[in-house]
């Protein structure tokens, strides 16, 4: 059974920083998109980063380009979500995303098969 569990969440001040990982078990990551999204309160779910299958290509959205860098370890089959410079705008719970099939081209959020189960992140002084 292909299961996702995100974990590195939490609360952090204005300009801070948080890593959020994503453990991946019943499926090969190297194979497929992964991808992190995020929901705030109120707010569809917005994509946020992702990586195509085998690592060949990273695409960011407009509002994190610069502050966030997404990346994953095949080895212990793990992505993550460097979080820097972080702003109260990115509360918002966060979502690890893989698909079930090669993509080498960053897919939309319902194109994706797998979800965590996600983890808060709440910036707030």
């Known amino acids: 059974q292909p299961q996702l569990v995100e974990s590195g969440g939490g609360l952090v001040q204005p300009g801070g920083s948080l890593r959020l990982s994503c453990a991946a078990s019943?499926?090969?990551?190297?194979?497929?998109?992964i991808g992190w999204f995020r929901q705030a309160p109120g707010k569809q779910r917005e994509g946020v980063s992702c990586i195509t299958s085998r690592g060949t290509s990273t695409n960011y959205s407009d509002s994190v380009k610069g502050r966030f860098t997404i990346s994953s370890d095949y080895a212990k089959n793990r992505m993550y979500l460097q979080m820097n410079n972080l702003k109260p705008e990115d509360t918002a719970v966060y979502y690890c995303?893989?698909?079930?099939?090669?993509?080498?081209?960053?897919?939309?959020?319902?194109?994706?098969?797998?979800w965590g189960q996600g983890t808060q992140v709440t910036v707030s002084s």
């Open positions: 995303a893989v698909t079930n099939s090669p993509r080498n081209s960053c897919p939309g959020p319902y194109e994706y098969d797998n």
């Open positions: 019943g499926f090969t990551l190297r194979l497929f998109a």
